[in-house]
């Protein structure tokens, strides 16, 4: 089993994706993708009047100012154009794609935030009508009965809070969270750059292998975006998955790749 996680960022080529994924899973490898779609929903956000608002946790993470209409926002673009979008390229492929979101059969399951502390103007202030929370959970059965169907599950956030809210959750920690479920031999997260960059966004700063020990160290090292997804790899680690790959989805052959190690492989 591997768990694919396609970036959302700009640049990223989706058709080279769904033509390797398609190779892949002729191949019989089993396989779950999880996708993001930040770029379109900041873009479609702006058309609607309502512009994306990032904020930074005193912890030093951006994230997604959630509100309410910013989640109907994000279920659009994620659920709808970018979901189904894949799931069509895969399908034009001969892939029995079928796309959900988190919510769907509760397949990801976490606790809504009541509160979260952000700093605004360097000041720590508190923001409580936010629709965000982490996966805690990830119930299995329904992604279990569609691999043995031969279905190729492709997932997108949100998530589902126990309570019934749906709540935007960061995609390559929902993929490690998925990984870690499934026990699977890999997580690959393709992105618009080539790996981990020493000094970004210099392209020939690549690192190229993290020893499993010593990923803490390489947080320092990772900027805006990739620091979620380092945070996502630790999170894989810990959970017994012992190989994560960072690698590019902009070229041909991107999940083979990965898989070969081409990009920065963690374990």
Not at 20 to 36: Q, Y
Not at 101 to 127: F, M, P, Q, Y
């Amino acid at each position: 089993m591997i768990v694919l996680k396609i970036g959302g960022s700009e640049g990223i080529d989706y058709d080279l994706i769904a033509d390797d994924i398609a190779a892949v899973v002729n191949e019989g490898t089993p396989l779950i993708v999880v996708h993001g779609g930040s770029a379109l929903t900041n873009k479609v956000a702006e058309q609607l009047g309502h512009p994306p608002e990032f904020v930074t946790s005193v912890s030093g993470f951006s994230s997604r100012r959630t509100d309410r209409r910013t989640l109907e926002i994000f279920e659009m673009v994620y659920c709808g154009q970018v979901n189904k979008g894949l799931v069509e390229k895969l399908q034009r492929r001969g892939v029995k794609a079928i796309g959900l979101s988190g919510i769907d059969g509760r397949i990801w399951e976490g606790k809504r935030k009541d509160a979260i502390k952000v700093i605004h103007n360097g000041r720590k202030r508190v923001i409580r009508d936010d629709y965000t929370g982490k996966v805690e959970k990830v119930n299995i059965d329904l992604l279990q009965t569609l691999l043995d169907q031969g279905y190729l599950p492709v997932l997108t956030p949100p998530a589902i809070s126990y309570e019934g809210d749906a709540i935007n959750v960061d995609g390559d920690r929902a993929a490690a969270a998925t990984a870690a479920a499934f026990q699977a031999e890999a997580l690959i997260i393709l992105s618009n750059v080539p790996g981990l960059l020493e000094k970004f966004p210099d392209e020939s700063t690549l690192i190229r292998h993290i020893p499993k020990a010593k990923i803490d160290q390489f947080m320092s090292v990772a900027e805006d975006r990739m620091k979620k997804k380092v945070m996502g790899a630790q999170e894989a680690l810990a959970e017994g998955i012992g190989r994560i790959v960072f690698a590019d989805g902009r070229v041909e052959q991107p999940l083979q790749r990965a898989i070969a190690g081409d990009g920065t492989v963690i374990g």
